[in-house]
């Protein structure tokens, strides 16, 4: 592969008022996760980013800043899936033309398409792109999954490179990874980390990885290592942070930790997503003073 196995942080985009990207900002937040988070990869224009609300300028304009700072640094990743297959094909050039090491499309969304329309969709999304294709599957959001057969099938095209396998459904998962030895899957909740990376995914991302990025490669290594225990350990102590952080709002609570923790200023989110209430963004700062207080920071 030419992209490195490991932990990346799904990209968090801070975005202004008016919904434009807080260009300064996102920059300072790329660089601190390559620097202090110590990512082996970025991806860059996923859910995390709220990248399915954004117009293709905010889109075009996001991968290309990410690339300005990241490129050659770390590997890189662009989400280019959308609804309009005109804008995914302009996106999928653009990531190629910017340097992206890979290219990503979410599952075709909303309507109900047909297997074969979707895999088309890889197949023209790959091509226009000319790089290794992650296919991106999150049932949860997208409402729509694969079943074995169709998993196989996706792996017909040779740059079909692997997954962004977001579903807890281990046992697909496994049976994934170990019946295609030459491709490769990414475990997508990091909840699940720990199982990911005991069932042999190549990397993780996750959005919580924009702040427990060194927490997340202690529980790779941990596991990789054969230290369960430890790994538990590590697991239980992300968990616990993301059952809150869940509680508050996942994207805007990430966000609020950020700006508190590091002094960035990552702005609104994105409607129809509403600014975290005052009594959200308490919650989520005294979370933030707690976070550092339980040693899941150490690295801030
Ligand atoms: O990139 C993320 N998925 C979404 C993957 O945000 C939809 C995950 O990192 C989750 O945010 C995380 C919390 O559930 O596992």
Redesign the pocket.
Known sequence: MNFKGGIYA?QLVPYAADGSVKEKELIAMVERNIVVGGVDGL?IG???GENFLNDTRAKTRVLEIAASVAKGRVSLIAQIGSLNMVEAEGLARQASKLGYDAVSAVTPYYYKFSFAETREYYVRLAEAAGLPMLVYT?PA?TGSSFDMEQLHQLYRHPLVAGFKY?SGDLFTMERLISSVPDRVVFS????LLLFGRAIGAYGA????YNLFAAHARKIWDAVEAGRLPEARTLQAGLNGA?QEI?AIG?YPCLKELVSFLSGIDVGHPLPPFAPLSAEGKEKARKLGKDLVARGLLAQA
């Open positions: 799904a991806y996923g859910s995390t999150i959001l977001t997508g909740y990091d909840e991302i996750g959005s919580t993301i869940l996942i």
